[in-house]
């Protein structure tokens, strides 16, 4: 099992940006599928953002498309979201997610088995 801990989160005004980080530890990060989730207040978990094992393959939803780059780094057991050009309906708790299966099965299925405990950002208008 993959353990992981996000950061980097926070409030900002619209238009601006962030990087959140997911740093993770216990078993080869290589060797995971990596994505982000988001979940505002009263919605429910919405998919952000996959890379696969190498980060050659990205994935991404079309509300954030442009806007945030999925990247990881697997020397530094860590991935990032860059997040910029930022709306207020962007606020949330940002998850990220990993997990072993083959990259077409997750960007498919949207189902990861490992998640850590979301960062709060918040986006003012």
């Known amino acids: 099992q993959v353990q992981l801990v996000e950061s980097g989160g926070g409030l900002v005004q619209a238009g601006g940006s962030l990087r959140l980080s997911c740093a993770a530890s216990?078993?080869?990060?290589?060797?995971?599928?990596m994505g982000w989730f988001r979940q505002a207040p009263g919605k429910e978990r919405e998919f952000v953002a996959a890379?696969?094992?190498?980060?050659?393959?990205?994935d991404y939803a079309d509300s954030v498309k442009g806007r945030f780059t999925i990247s990881r780094d697997n020397a530094k057991n860590t991935m990032y979201l860059q997040m910029n050009s930022l709306k207020p309906e962007d606020t949330a708790v940002y998850y990220c997610a990993a997990d072993a299966k083959r990259w077409i099965t997750v960007i498919v299925t949207r189902d990861f088995g490992s998640w850590g405990q979301g960062t709060q950002v918040t986006v003012s208008s």
């Open positions: 216990g078993r080869t990060f290589s060797s995971y599928v």
């Open positions: 890379i696969s094992r190498s980060g050659g393959n990205t």
